[in-house]
């Protein structure tokens, strides 16, 4: 089983930088696939960036390309996501969540962390 605490949210201004983290612990942190998701309110949730077990092969968003950069340090059990040129849209709650490389669904999920953008 995996554990996995965000931390990092807050309220920022438009065109400011945050970066979130995601600490896993209780399974092999290097065998999985991350990904962060976000959830606005009256929203679908929606993934907007992932990451292979080797960090070689990353996935982003249409509406983050360029602004956010998912990483990890898998020495650590670490990832993270670093959010710059922040918009209001990208106001929701951001959960981190992992899944075995050979599965489509994200089997673990956090607890969320809020992130408000103001205008």
């Known amino acids: 089983q995996v554990q996995l605490v965000e931390s990092g949210g807050g309220l920022v201004q438009a065109g400011g930088s945050l970066r979130l983290s995601c600490a896993a612990s209780?399974?092999?942190?290097?065998?999985?696939?991350m990904g962060w998701f976000r959830q606005a309110p009256g929203k679908e949730r929606e993934r907007v960036a992932s990451?292979?077990?080797?960090?070689?092969?990353?996935y982003y968003a249409d509406s983050v390309k360029g602004r956010f950069t998912m990483s990890r340090d898998n020495a650590k059990n670490t990832v993270y996501l670093q959010m710059t040129s922040l918009k209001p849209e990208d106001t929701a709650v951001y959960y981190c969540?992992?899944?075995?490389?050979?599965?489509?669904?994200?089997?673990?999920w956090g607890q969320g962390t809020q992130v408000t953008v103001s205008s």
């Open positions: 209780g399974g092999t942190f290097r065998s999985y696939v």
């Open positions: 990451i292979s077990w080797s960090g070689g092969s990353t």
């Open positions: 969540a992992a899944r075995g490389a050979s599965r489509t669904i994200y089997d673990y």
